[in-house]
């Protein structure tokens, strides 16, 4: 039924755009809430009173809240992100360079950790009770409960430190070679990878569980099939749903676990960019870099979704 | 002579608990079944019949494992094989239909692709073979469009057809023993038949043997050669259907029988009082908002009428979807009505949250299922002390001794109090269910299904205190039931419903006579008799069949 | 999972060994923070060492500081803003989200519609983000910590409180109370909260879980518990730079917080089941 699925679609569409709008109010809220007068911390020196009244008017700092937020989000859609205080510097082009090596982090950490958690959640799920199943289950659970910063730090201590065989920090710039560029991702994509995979692997092995308990697995076994035959033929085709939508909504944990790992290891990524605009008070680029995070996170959040309603087989 | 095809020798069987006690729930079963012939299993729930018959396949469910016995299914026994073995005979020389076939079918595939998966994991034959046969047997299935029906998913399809298919996906592999689970349970009457038809022509054919596990004597008599009954994981009684029918030896299998025919009410006098209890008019009730005239836009009820005198009760009976339990939850004030209701004479609010406490108190409702209808977090003394708090402000003493007085009513013993519901059977729930209802001192209690989750035995029990309950309290009942032999046994009158309507309102005896509605002779000529030759002789006229049937 | 060694029977309770392990660590953390100016050796604020990033000692078992201050009493004080300011927001939030979510629940309607809308959306900002965002507006102060930290789990707290409660509400006893005329407090508080405690115990632990990993990353960052107070994750960072020559006082703390978190996680997987049979 076309029409069904086309509005299923567009409703939880535009559910998206009005989270997106209500996000977007919450951060400008939160952010101008600041104590101590914006344009007496721009003039520094030179802030006599004319000087910051005049500063003022011309930033359109007295306008009532709601026609800054609007001004302020419709740069953002039109791609004038404004100036930022620390550097006078356009955000564009502070942003647009990290974006990209966040961007590269994140789609290595991704390459390496869907195959592999998928694999051992299923298989974990296939051979349930056993002492493969038991130990996988334990070491997913004692890496979803650490902090992010353990992970890391336990790496560089092992790597780092004792073996010797990756440098602590990264530098990411003139990367030559395939060698160096692996010695340099090595560690903060293995530390998000190890994160993100703990999720997924609990999902997967979850989702294809559920599929198991079915009557309808109970059917195929006592038609004979084997067990392999019964998770692989029965299981699954059921369970891809749910496990996409683990594969994207563990995926949006890297959004908190980048914020770690570029401070650790120095990595000049956005998260990093917006760290240290938080100590210097920078409120355009702390905005714009917020603003980015939400977005990528709701179009994760909402491509789970959307996935989740068009892999219900009664849709056909 | 030649052996048996199935041999269960001593089988036992234990599970366990939540707890981690491992109980014995086959407690020493044997039987034989030989080739060709069809046996049935027999017992309420908890005896433990669906248990012994997957021991055939060699499967337990989750927490029970074959503990001791032997189970010899053509020379091998599927009691101490190992998975991959007994995996081999499955499908292929012993088959099952599940008892729900919407929930065994993989929505992800195709029908046919499960019908034939048999054929693929054993390597019985090719595909297009097995396709050709798949066709065969849906069309000696008497399924609609037999060429196309398996390229369809299973929600495409109905249920009766699914339990058909259900049939087909077990006896593509040429099995010598079939396993039916309550196959028909779940269906209307009206359905059922043509399910038991062509699973009875389907087995002849083929002439292979089967095991058919039941709680319905009467579905079980148009099928089985040979019935086993059960009780409690142990047999009490096996021998001939015809036997079983006419001379049990058992008296379990007695009292079995005897719930299937209960006594009949003697006709209420129609008091002297005027106004009857409950006076309903042109009830229309269903969801959505409401259109120019008050009635919902999607109606499950449509102008509904009857009258319902102190004293007496009225039956509500029809098929699954007919809108009966929907009568019942609009009469209660549940969902939004459009009509007239008049209690004791005078109006009544449609809508709960608008009726008087008086009104709410006057009219009690107990449901089908005791399990969803008591609080599992509150002590039996909690669940019937409430109302009593509630309408008349009991406290203390005062509110201690009715709560006694009310178990002392309903037949349980005092000291149940302090359980939880989860403690108690299903009998003992569905009595708290009805005491919670009396401790409101009500006029009119409407029971939604009451005893339709439960077994036979049990059922007839609570019919039994229902009908002295209204001696003693002066009450009128509004009773919906699928049952007609539960209806006749309690109500002076009976309604039959079918897509909304009123269709017919006799008296117990008169519903399905000849000169009556067409809808309530084809529900009456579809009830199953305790005759073994009834299925057989049956003759439906095919166009009430067509007009009202869902196949 | 009784797959786990069958454990002891006490009072009708049975808990594996597993569980009682865990117990026994969380109530032992809990004591600490309680306790901690009694029991830790040496001051908050001591320096005892005259090195700095020693190694484990007799006299001190987890070597000490940037400052050479001892690394165990560190971690002792450092428990009570770890465990005091965690479970202050986790109470507050799942106060708040469980209450909200039963209401809701019940209720239905266009009260159900717009909170479960607008606490999607909060739920659709990064935890960390959050956090950072609002420490960099209105900064660190305790009482903003845990308001922050509480507001940030709230819509999780909701969500699963109401689906719990949703389910609670389609049984026909809910209904039979409706039809008694009984009101909105009473279905919430006699016919549904005590129907999903259990479960909502085991959602507060695992929200606790939550809350000490998000203090213990801001913290981290700077933007957490500020100096001369610590919780374990400002610990981490305040000696950060002995990473390179391996110093216990590194990853002391980072294994405090594990213990605590893996303890919780542990628990809540093997929580004890009632002992009631049908058959007895």
């Excluded at chain 2, 209701?341 to 409702?365: F, N, T, V």
């Excluded at chain 2, 006694?404 to 302090?418: A, C, E, F, Q, S």
């Excluded at chain 3, 090195?51 to 004080?77: A, C, K, Q, V, W």
């Excluded at chain 3, 049984?171 to 999903?196: C, H, K, T």
Aim: aromatic share 6%.
């Amino acid at each position: 039924m076309q029409r069904s699925i086309a509005s299923l679609l567009t409703a939880r569409l535009l559910v998206a755009l009005l989270t997106l709008v209500i996000v977007s109010f919450v951060v400008f809220a939160a952010t101008s809430i600041l104590p101590g007068d914006v344009a007496e911390v721009l003039l520094g020196q030179a802030a006599t009173p004319e000087a910051v009244k005049g500063l003022r008017t011309a930033m359109h700092l007295d306008d009532p809240a709601l026609v800054r937020f609007g001004r302020w989000l419709f740069g953002l859609a039109s791609g004038d992100l404004g100036v930022s205080y620390a550097n006078r510097m356009p955000i564009a082009q502070l942003i647009g360079g990290r974006l990209l090596n966040s961007l590269k982090l994140a789609g290595v950490t991704a390459l390496f950790a869907v195959p592999v958690a998928l694999t051992l959640g299923i298989t974990a799920a296939m051979w349930r009770g056993t002492w493969y199943d038991r130990v996988v289950s334990v070491l997913t659970i004692g890496v979803i409960s650490v902090p992010e910063f353990m992970v890391a730090t336990s790496a560089v201590l092992l790597f780092a430190v004792h073996l010797k065989w990756l440098p602590a920090l990264s530098i990411a710039r003139d990367v030559q070679g395939l060698g160096e560029m692996l010695r340099v991702y090595a560690m903060p994509v293995m530390t998000l990878a190890f994160v993100i995979s703990a999720q997924m692997i609990r999902m997967t092995r979850a989702a294809v569980v559920e599929a198991l308990d079915t009557p309808y697995a109970e059917m195929a076994t006592l038609k004979g099939a084997s067990r392999t035959r019964v998770v692989l033929r029965h299981a699954l085709p059921n369970a891809l749903g749910p496990i996409v939508n683990a594969v994207a909504l563990s995926l949006s944990y890297l959004l908190g676990g980048v914020i770690i790992v570029e401070t650790i290891f120095n990595y000049p990524g956005v998260a990093k960019l917006m760290v240290d605009a938080v100590a210097t008070r920078d409120l355009p680029l702390i905005q714009t870099c917020a603003m980015i995070f939400c977005l990528v996170y709701l179009i994760l959040i909402t491509t789970a979704d959307i996935i989740a309603l068009l892999s219900n087989p009664r849709l056909r | 002579m030649t052996a048996p095809l199935v041999e269960i020798r001593d089988l036992k069987v234990d599970a366990t608990t939540d707890a981690g006690r491992r109980i014995e729930i086959i407690k020493g079963v044997s039987f034989d079944v030989a080739e060709g012939e069809i046996v049935a299993l027999i017992g309420e729930s908890g005896s433990g019949k669906t248990t012994i018959a997957l021991t055939l396949l060699g499967y337990a469910r989750a927490g029970a494992r074959i503990s001791g016995g032997e189970v010899w299914l053509a020379g091998k026994n599927m009691a101490a094989r190992s998975e991959r073995e007994r995996a081999v005979e499955r499908g292929a020389r012993v088959a099952y239909v599940p008892q729900s076939a919407a929930a065994a079918f993989n929505p992800a595939h195709t029908i046919m692709d499960q019908v034939i998966e048999v054929t693929r994991i054993h390597k019985l034959m090719p595909p297009e073979a097995a396709r050709a046969k798949a066709i065969e047997l849906f069309r000696a299935l008497s399924l609609p469009a037999p060429p196309l029906i398996g390229d369809r998913y299973p929600h495409q399809v109905s249920g009766g057809q699914l339990q058909r298919l259900s049939a087909a996906m077990a006896l593509i592999g040429d099995p010598k023993l079939v396993i039916f689970d309550e196959p028909t349970t779940a269906l209307d009457v009206t359905t059922q038949i043509e399910v038991l038809r062509a699973f009875k022509a389907a087995m002849r054919q083929a002439g292979a043997a089967g095991v058919y596990v039941s709680h319905d004597l009467a579905v079980v008599a148009q099928i089985a050669d040979r019935i086993v009954v059960l009780k409690d994981g142990r047999v009490q009684e096996i021998g001939d259907t015809r036997q079983i029918l006419d001379a049990p030896k058992h008296p379990y299998t007695r009292e079995l029988l005897d719930a299937f025919r209960p006594r009949a009410r003697a006709a209420a006098a129609a008091s002297a009082r005027a106004a009857p209890v409950l006076a309903v008019e042109s009830l229309s009730a269903g969801y959505g908002p409401p259109r120019a005239d008050g009635t919902p836009s999607i109606l499950i009820v449509k102008d509904v009428s009857f009258v319902i005198e102190p004293g007496r009760n009225l039956g509500v009976i029809g098929e699954s979807g007919c809108g009966k339990s929907t009568l019942a939850r609009a009469v209660a004030g549940l969902i939004r009505a459009s009509g007239r209701m008049l209690l004791d004479g005078k109006p009544l609010a449609q809508h709960a949250a608008e009726r008087s406490m008086q009104d709410l108190r006057e009219i009690q409702m107990v449901f089908q299922s005791a399990d969803t209808a008591l609080n599992p977090a509150k002590s039996i003394r909690d669940i019937l002390a409430r109302p009593l708090e509630f309408y008349f402000a009991l406290r203390g003493a005062a509110l201690e001794a009715r709560v006694d007085r009310l178990l002392d009513m309903i037949r349980l013993p005092r000291g149940l109090k302090h359980r939880r519901p989860t403690e108690l059977s299903g009998g003992q729930k569905q009595r708290v269910n009805l005491a919670r209802a009396l401790a409101a001192e009500p006029k009119l209690i409407l029971c939604d299904e009451i005893t339709s989750a439960l077994d036979s035995v049990v059922a007839a029990a609570i019919i039994e205190l229902l009908k002295e309950l209204q001696s003693e309290l002066s009450l009128s009942y509004l009773f919906i039931s699928h049952d007609l032999n539960t209806v006749r046994a309690i109500c002076d009158e009976v309604a039959v419903m079918y897509a909304g309507e009123k269709v017919e309102q006799t008296t117990p005896e008169q519903v399905g006579a000849p000169g009556g509605h067409p809808y309530a002779r084809l529900l009456m000529s579809s009830v199953p008799r305790l005759d073994p030759d009834w299925l057989d002789t049956l003759e439906r006229d095919p166009a009430l069949v067509e007009a009202f049937s869902k196949r | 999972m009784a797959s786990l060694a069958s454990g002891l029977a006490m009072g009708g309770y049975r808990i594996n060994w597993v569980g009682a392990l865990c117990l026994l660590i969380i109530v032992g953390w809990a004591s600490v923070a309680v306790f901690a100016p009694w029991i830790a050796p040496h001051g908050v604020g001591d320096v005892v060492d005259s090195d700095y990033f020693g190694p484990m000692t007799r006299e001190m078992p987890l070597g000490s500081d940037y400052l050479g201050r001892d690394m165990l009493s560190r971690i002792l004080h450092g428990a009570r803003y770890t465990v005091g300011v965690s479970l202050a927001a986790v109470v507050l939030a799942c106060g708040t989200g469980v209450t909200l979510g039963m209401a809701a629940a019940v209720s239905g309607g266009w009260f159900d519609a717009a909170l479960s809308r607008f606490l999607d959306a909060l739920n659709s900002i990064p935890s960390k983000l959050f956090g950072l965002v609002v420490v960099a507006a209105v900064g660190s102060t305790i009482p903003v910590l845990i308001l922050t930290l509480a507001v940030i789990y709230v819509p999780g707290s909701y969500r699963f409180a109401r689906a719990l409660a949703v389910n609670v509400n389609a049984m026909d006893f809910i209904s039979v109370a409706r039809l008694r005329g009984e009101r909105l407090p009473y279905l919430i508080g006699a016919e549904i909260l005590p129907n999903i405690l259990g479960p909502v115990f085991a959602d507060v632990g695992l929200r606790f879980v939550f809350v000490v990993l998000l203090l213990s990353g801001l913290s981290f960052l700077g933007l957490g518990v500020q100096p001369p107070n610590a919780d374990w994750g400002a610990l981490v960072r305040e000696n950060i730079g002995g990473l390179p020559f391996g110093a216990p006082a590194v990853m002391a703390p980072s294994v405090a917080i594990a213990s605590l978190t893996i303890a919780i996680n542990l628990l809540i997987d093997n929580l004890p089941r009632k002992i009631r049979d049908r058959d007895a």
